[in-house]
Every structure is written in C-alpha cells, then in structure tokens.
C-alpha cells in the first residue's frame, strides 16, 4: 500500500489549509487513519487519528482547530486546519493501519509552514 499527502503549503497565522492522503495499492481496509507531525529539531507527534467507524482522537494542542475526516469508499483521509499558529509548521506525515497488521504505512510526508 502506498499514501500519498497533499495539501501544504504557506500561510499566514489565523488561516487555513486542508491536508488530504489518499491510499492505494491494496483492497485491505484501513483500522485507522491518520496524521502525525513532526516539527525541526522534534521527534514527531500525532496529531489527529480515525478509526474506519469514525472514531477521532486528537493532540491536546489542535483540539477545537484541526478536524480529521476520512471517506472509506475512497480510502482517503482528510485533515482540516483552522486558526493556524506559527507552532503548526511541521511536516505532516499520513498514516494508515490496516486490520490484521501490526506495521502501519506512511505517507512521504507535506510540509506546512505558518508565518507570523
């Protein structure tokens, strides 16, 4: 299987940008999808996870910003991010579990940056 991020990009602190990762390469359905980040200098973060009934799990610091959103059908998980800080800028990385695994797959990662 292999993901594919798209999405990032530059923009000014209070915007927002949507991230989207699309699997493929496989008839397997996904356990969970999600996203993690991973900032210059830091070790890399989750920041938002769903499970394939819709479960969501989010980072302390995106909850009431960032909504993750995922389309089964498609095998497609989405990340929406509102009220960006420049503490956003990250790489984000797409991640997804299939069912029966214990190895997750991630994407190549989509660099966000925020301005101040």
């Known amino acids: 299987v292999q993901l594919q991020a798209s999405g990032g990009g530059l923009v000014q602190a209070g915007g927002s940008l949507r991230l989207s990762c699309a699997a493929s390469g496989s008839s397997d359905r996904f356990k969970n999808m999600g996203w993690y980040r991973q900032a210059p200098g830091q070790q890399r973060e989750l920041v938002a996870i769903?499970?394939?009934?819709?479960?969501?799990d989010y980072a302390d610091s995106v909850k009431g910003r960032f909504t993750i959103s995922r389309d089964n059908a498609k095998n497609m998980v989405y990340l929406q991010m509102n009220s960006l800080k420049p503490e956003d800028t990250a790489v984000y990385y797409c991640y997804a579990l299939r069912w029966g695994r214990s190895t997750a797959t991630w994407g190549q990662g989509t660099l966000v940056t925020v301005s101040s």
């Open positions: 769903i499970s394939e009934g819709g479960n969501t």
